[in-house]
Structures are given as structure tokens and as C-alpha cells.
């Protein structure tokens, strides 16, 4: 791939912070039935059409916005500058399939960073690869029009590096026009080859995209930037930062050859992204901080995801959900941000997660089923120099066993739940 001689990005900020905001926002929150609802019902684009001239969110308040996600304790955003179905939030000067078009007849991308900036939260770009809706982007097996049964012909005028082409353009505008960007999450390659070549018209990857030219570019106009994973550059040097598992759960640590990566996984409060009216499957307040917990104690990020609605707000939904997590962050935070990783020798106690501050030297001990009276703690036995429980610093008292094999640190907790989620024990560990 193209020499940029920048240095590797500093994710220091990234890896304290833990929790960020996802935002997927489109004309799709119109149809309110999935943000691939264009894919999903294979809609033609003079019937999707509907849905841009009818596009007026007159209810955005992106202060609002901000407001909600730094009091649910998020430190970081990313937002859908542009989804698969192509329509963009800015003010592209490379399409007329913009905000500024629509009723709503406005950049949304300009005051949204500004608005989220001034609550002291990283801007992040989520930028889509694949266009729905560009007259270039080769019609394959992914696409809405994927069983138009004049696909091959409407092929025939489409040119692939006309729409990389318009691709990077996009990209350009979008880190020269909103001051610093910390994040840029691209989605997706699925490239799939054809007698040992890759194919444009099943599926798509780096050279559909040019990605070394884009990497290289993304660097050089925002040095420092963090990129994930999805241009089809696992194998080149530079070619990513995060690694970013999507909608489950790793089993321990990401790894790459090995070695634990710098990782984020991308979670829903339901099934989809963009906002679905009739979904059901909601995640309650104690799932998602047992998400946030869990993935801190494998040394991750959360991004967690909120579609607004076509008007321009979070539904109650959503703000039910933030709300509860921010009342939790407002007393637990200290085991979520700059945690990690137990350290290799502290055994984790049976329906809970251990988070680690190496920087204070204190442990966290987050309890997913309150025991009756005693928790025992193998291998933290002469350890551990005073206990007490997080949400009101109270005294948690515990014993030790002289010539315990197992090392075992018993802790005396109250017979009642604290009326709090998820309490969480903080441990001040010996130097």
C-alpha cells in the first residue's frame, strides 16, 4: 500500500474512555422497519424516493443529543455520515442525495459535531463503502436490486472506479470540513472471488474500493485518526487500528496472530440499527451495563447503538435506556473508564466480572447475582488492603485464612442488595 510515514495512531484516549455512542440515521427511519428495509424488501429507488422527499426531522436538537449521551456516561460518538442506501447527512457537493435537498433542506452532520464537541466527546464518521443508490456502484449480489431481472444489462453502464472514485471524494469532504475527527469506522468489504479473481458483480473488497489509496488519504488529511477494520486490509501494514466484532459477545480478549488488539464491539438496544418502530426485543438497563461490564473485562470498547426517528429524536425507548445506564455510570464509572483486564492470577468469583485500574492499582468487582452474607475470592488472599462498595463508599469487611492453599479472600457483604443495577465492590489492592 501507498508510504503515508504517519505514526501509528494514539488510542490511549480510546482504550480509557470504553463507551461510545452509535448513531445510524437516514431516510430509512422514515419506512421505520430497518435500516436495510431498501435491501430487505428489494425496493426499486423511484418508490424508495418517497422517503427523501419526505425527510423534515424538524424535531433535531443535537444538543439534545449530546446531552443524553454524556449523561449515560459515553465519551465518544459515531455517526452515519452516509449508510448503504447512499443518502447523506452533509452537505455533499458530489451528489444531490444530501439533507440539504430534502425538507428538511440543512446540513445535519455540522451541528451535530459541534453540539457533541462541546460536551467534551471524540467526533467519530461512520462511513458506508456500499451505495445502493449511485449509478456506478455495480449492481452484486448485496444490492437492492440484486434480483432485478435486468440486472446484467443496468451493469453494463456501471463503472466501479467511477464510484471508488466518488467514494474518496465523499471521504475528502467529510475530514476537510468538520474540524478534527477522532474516529472513522467504514462498513463493510465482502469481496468474493470467481476463478481466483475477485468479483464485482457477487461481492466487493479493496479493490473495489481502492482501499490503500483511501487508508492512505484518511491518514494523511487527519493524522491521528483511528480506523477500524472493514477495508479489506486485515493483512497490510496500517491498514486498520480496532479490531470491531459486531452484535455478539467475544469469548476473551480479541486477538490478531495472537496477540490482544485494540477492540470495540458495536451493540444494538434491539435487532436493528436504524430506527424500528414495531421492534420488541429491547434490552432492559441491567443487560446493557452487564454488556458494558462484560466487555471492559476483556479489555474492550462498547459502542452502543440509537436510531433516532424521522423527526429527529430519540425515541422514550432509547432515552430510558440512557437514562438508566447514566445513573449507574454516575457512581460505578470509575470501573469502566481506564479499566481493563484482571491481571493473569486473580480468579474471577462465580455470576460476576472483574474490571482493573492499573493506574490507581484498584479492582472492581462488579456482582451479577447478589450472594447471601459471603463471596469468596480465590487468589486474592494478602492482596487486597480495604474493601467497600462503590455506589457509597461503605466499609465492606473481609477475612483471610492463615496457609490457605487456595488464597482465598472471603468478603462480609450486607444480607440486602444495594439498591443500585449492578453494585460493584472496589478493591484497594497492596503495591
Given at each position: ?41 428489494q ?31 459515553m ?50 464518521f ?119 466484532p459486531?452484535q ?21 438496544f ?17 443487560q ?21 426517528t ?7 425507548r ?29 480468579l ?17 468487582l ?66
Amino acid at each position: 500500500m501507498p508510504k503515508t510515514n504517519v505514526v501509528a495512531p494514539d488510542t490511549s484516549w480510546f482504550v480509557h474512555d470504553r463507551f461510545g455512542l452509535f448513531i445510524h440515521w437516514g431516510t430509512y427511519a422514515l419506512a421505520a422497519r430497518h435500516e436495510w428495509v431498501k435491501h430487505n424488501e428489494q425496493i426499486p429507488d423511484g418508490v424508495y424516493e418517497k422517503y427523501f422527499k419526505h425527510f423534515d426531522p424538524d424535531l433535531y436538537d443535537p444538543q439534545q443529543w449530546a446531552d443524553a449521551a454524556a449523561n449515560a456516561g459515553m465519551k465518544y460518538f459515531v455517526i452515519t455520515t452516509k449508510h448503504h442506501e447512499g443518502f447523506c447527512l452533509w452537505d455533499s457537493k458530489l451528489t444531490d442525495y444530501n439533507a440539504t435537498n430534502t425538507p428538511c433542506g440543512r446540513d445535519l452532520i455540522k451541528p451535530m459535531a459541534e453540539a457533541f464537541r462541546a460536551k467534551g466527546l471524540h467526533v467519530g464518521f461512520y462511513h458506508s463503502l456500499i451505495d445502493w443508490h449511485h449509478p456506478h456502484f455495480v449492481i452484486d449480489n448485496l444490492h437492492s436490486m440484486r434480483n432485478h431481472p435486468d440486472r446484467a444489462k443496468m451493469n453494463e453502464s456501471r463503472d466501479q472506479k467511477q464510484y471508488a472514485k466518488y467514494l474518496h471524494g465523499q471521504v475528502r469532504e467529510l475530514l476537510t470540513k468538520y474540524g478534527k475527527v477522532d474516529v472513522l469506522f467504514y462498513d463493510f468489504s465482502y469481496p468474493v472471488m470467481t476463478d481466483g479473481r475477485p468479483d464485482t458483480t457477487k461481492g466487493k473488497g479493496r479493490d473495489d474500493w481502492e482501499s490503500e489509496k483511501l487508508i492512505a488519504m484518511t491518514r494523511k488529511l487527519q493524522p491521528g485518526i483511528i480506523v477500524n477494520d472493514r477495508l479489506n486490509l486485515e493483512d497490510a501494514p496500517g491498514g486498520w487500528d480496532i479490531k470491531t466484532p459486531e452484535q455478539f459477545m467475544p469469548r476473551e480478549w480479541v486477538k490478531v496472530d495472537g496477540k490482544p488488539v485494540v477492540w470495540e464491539t458495536c451493540q444494538t438496544f434491539s435487532g436493528s440499527w436504524g430506527y424500528h418502530r414495531d421492534e420488541a426485543s429491547w434490552k432492559s438497563v441491567g443487560q446493557l451495563l452487564r454488556m458494558l461490564i462484560e466487555v471492559v473485562s476483556k479489555g474492550g470498547n462498547l459502542l452502543l447503538n440509537v436510531g433516532p426517528t424521522g423527526r429527529g429524536e430519540f425515541d422514550e425507548r432509547a432515552m430510558d435506556r440512557l437514562r438508566g445506564m447514566g445513573e449507574w455510570m454516575k457512581r460505578h464509572s470509575r470501573s469502566i473508564y481506564g479499566c481493563t483486564s484482571a491481571p493473569v492470577g486473580f480468579l474471577t468469583p462465580q455470576d460476576c466480572r472483574l474490571t482493573w485500574n492499573p493506574e490507581s492499582r484498584r479492582m472492581y468487582l462488579h456482582v451479577f447475582a447478589w450472594p447471601f452474607r459471603h463471596l469468596h475470592m480465590d487468589g486474592f488472599a494478602g492482596k487486597v488492603a480495604y474493601a467497600q462498595l462503590l455506589n457509597d463508599a461503605s466499609e465492606i469487611r473481609f477475612n483471610e485464612k492463615p496457609g490457605d492453599a487456595a488464597k482465598t479472600l472471603t468478603l462480609d457483604l450486607p444480607v440486602c442488595k444495594p439498591n443500585v443495577e449492578i453494585p460493584v465492590i472496589e478493591l484497594y489492592m497492596k503495591d
